[in-house]
Structure formats: structure tokens, C-alpha cells
């Protein structure tokens, strides 16, 4: 028996209990020698979802099912995550940039000419909206869920767990990706609602050893907060420049109970931009998606048929 604290490569993901839930064509794109995953469902205007940590695109199941009626919905599988390549960090910059890079690549490699729609959640926010930054004129709407592409707001420090997966190795090693303590804590605190087995077991699914969860604490490690972090000047241009996507229709829906991304972030949104519509959920948390799946795909849904490309 293999324990659970000491790294194993490729252990297959266990589908059996959540792929009715997932009833999608995977689809690859190599880059760097690394198989690249998202999913391509539906026909008409692109809506391209981009995933934060610790999911991946089974967490926007609901609205691919639902708008891929109408249409293209394109969902991409962060390097790390999902049912994409999981290599270690000889192979892979895990890097904010690395990651906007991925995206870009993504849309190259689909001859994306269309105005796209970007959904964005979670670490989403900073990738996706750094992708629209490098081609405005091809994004139509926004919409936005539990984000940010800014500093925490007001000085505000990282939560304490946070802080302790962030800069303290020789803890945070064994907690993330021996004990699997930062996947297991979201499918605990990160919805207000217990989540079904199933669910959980398709959100968890990829990340089932060592090795394959990797990413999960590189996206918390690349945390930029002070001048000298890798990210930290991608973070300073995204905030410096975040104003030139203010004449575009935004949509924002949030979680209220999210000890993350509070209703601070979500005040300087409302700052950034008083034009955008704005919904609040007070019965929901970082995964809102999970919380009110019905209620957010009515206000996506209403979003897009207000502001037709």
C-alpha cells in the first residue's frame, strides 16, 4: 500500500462515481509536450469559462449543460488541473503567466475570431481577464464569480490558512499534497451546503495523489503580495489597467460567505465599475455555483440575451 504522504506518479482518476454528472467530450491540444484539456460543447457565440483553485471544469457543469443549447461553450482545464497534464515543476512554470500564456494559446490554437464572452472564478478572474487585456477588442461581455485581478483591497492580509500553505514549506508539503487538506477544506467550507457525494467526488477526482496536486499549492505559493513574488508585476499591470474593460457589460454574482474573497473584493469591483450588474447571494459561498446553480444560470442566462453581441 502506497501512503499517502509520500509522492507516486499517475494514478488514474477514478470516474465511476460522478461522470453521469460530466456528460462531455474531452478534447486536447498539446503545447510543450503537455496534453492541454477543455471541453468544446454547443454551437453559436463562444462563452469561454476559466476555473480558479481548487476546481476545474466540472465545477461549471451546470452552465455548460445549459447554454451549450445556445451557445459554444469552451471550457479549458488548467495545466495541473483536471483532466489535463499534471508534470512536475521541471516540465511546467506554475506562474500566473504560464497560465494567461495557456489561455492565449487556446484561442490561437481554435481560431477564435468572435467577440467571446469570458466567465471567470477564482484565480479565473486574474487569468482571464489578463488574456482580455491582451485583445479588447474580442471581448463582448464579462461575468464574474468570487474574483479578483487586483491586491487584496483596504491592505487586507491573506486569511491564516492561506498564509501557512503560502510560506511555510515544510508544512504545507505534506498538508496540500500528502493529506490533500487544501481540496478537502474547500468541499468543506467553500459551499454553505453540504455537497452531495457525487459532487464531491468529481470535484476531488483529479487531484488523488501526491503528484497530481501539485498545482493546487502552486496556485496558493504564486500568491503575489509582495514586489519580489513572480506574479507580482503581472498583478500591478492587471490593477493599473483593469479600467479599460470598464465599457463592457459585466455581470457579477457573489457569494456572500466566502472567507476568501469577502464582500471587501467585492465592494472594489463595485468601485472599479458602478456600471456593472450586480447580484449577491446570501445564501451562498466561494462555490456559488455549487449553492445556487438554478439562480445564477437565470441571471447568466437573462445577462447575455440583455447584451447581444
Not at 461553450?73 to 489535463?84: A, E, M, R, T, Y
Not at 482580455?132 to 487584496?152: D, K, M, S
Not at 490533500?180 to 467550507?189: D, G, H, P, S
Not at 469591483?269 to 446570501?282: D, G, I, M, N, Y
Request: glycine content about 6%.
Amino acid at each position: 500500500m502506497v501512503s499517502p504522504l509520500k509522492p507516486h506518479k499517475n494514478k488514474p482518476i477514478d470516474f465511476s462515481a460522478w461522470q453521469h454528472l460530466y456528460p462531455f467530450t474531452s478534447r486536447f491540444i498539446e503545447r510543450g509536450g503537455l496534453k492541454y484539456h477543455y471541453l468544446d460543447e454547443g454551437c453559436g457565440e463562444p462563452v469561454l469559462m476559466i476555473h480558479g483553485n481548487p476546481t476545474w471544469s466540472f465545477y461549471f457543469r451546470v452552465l455548460i449543460k445549459a447554454l451549450s443549447n445556445n451557445y459554444r461553450v469552451i471550457v479549458p482545464d488548467h495545466i495541473g488541473c483536471g483532466l489535463s497534464d499534471k508534470p512536475g515543476r521541471d516540465r511546467y512554470d506554475y506562474r500566473l503567466k504560464s497560465r494567461i500564456d495557456d489561455l492565449a494559446n487556446l484561442i490561437a490554437r481554435l481560431d477564435l475570431k468572435e467577440k467571446l464572452t469570458l466567465v471567470l472564478h477564482d484565480w479565473g478572474g486574474a487569468i482571464g481577464l489578463a488574456t482580455a487585456l491582451r485583445r479588447p477588442e474580442q471581448i463582448g461581455r464579462l461575468v464574474l464569480f468570487n474574483t479578483a485581478a487586483f491586491p487584496p483591497p483596504n491592505g487586507k492580509k491573506l486569511p491564516w490558512r492561506l498564509r501557512i500553505i503560502r510560506n511555510t514549506r515544510n508544512l504545507a508539503q505534506p498538508a496540500v499534497l500528502g493529506a490533500n487538506l487544501f481540496v478537502r477544506a474547500a468541499l468543506l467550507m467553500a459551499s454553505r451546503r453540504r455537497l452531495p457525494r457525487e459532487v464531491r467526488a468529481g470535484l476531488a477526482a483529479p487531484y488523488n495523489c501526491w503528484h497530481n496536486r501539485l498545482a493546487t499549492l502552486m496556485f496558493v505559493r504564486d500568491i503575489p503580495i509582495e514586489r519580489a513574488d513572480p506574479s507580482y508585476e503581472l498583478i500591478h499591470f492587471l490593477d493599473e489597467n483593469l479600467h479599460r474593460l470598464s465599457g463592457l457589460p459585466m455581470l457579477i454574482c457573489w457569494g456572500e460567505h466566502d472567507f476568501v474573497f469577502d464582500t471587501d473584493y467585492l465592494h472594489e469591483w463595485r468601485r472599479r465599475f458602478p456600471e456593472a450588474e450586480v447580484h449577491t447571494l446570501s445564501d451562498a459561498g466561494h462555490y456559488l455555483l455549487e449553492d445556487a446553480p438554478d439562480r445564477i444560470l437565470t441571471l447568466v442566462n437573462r445577462f447575455l440575451q440583455s447584451h447581444p453581441l
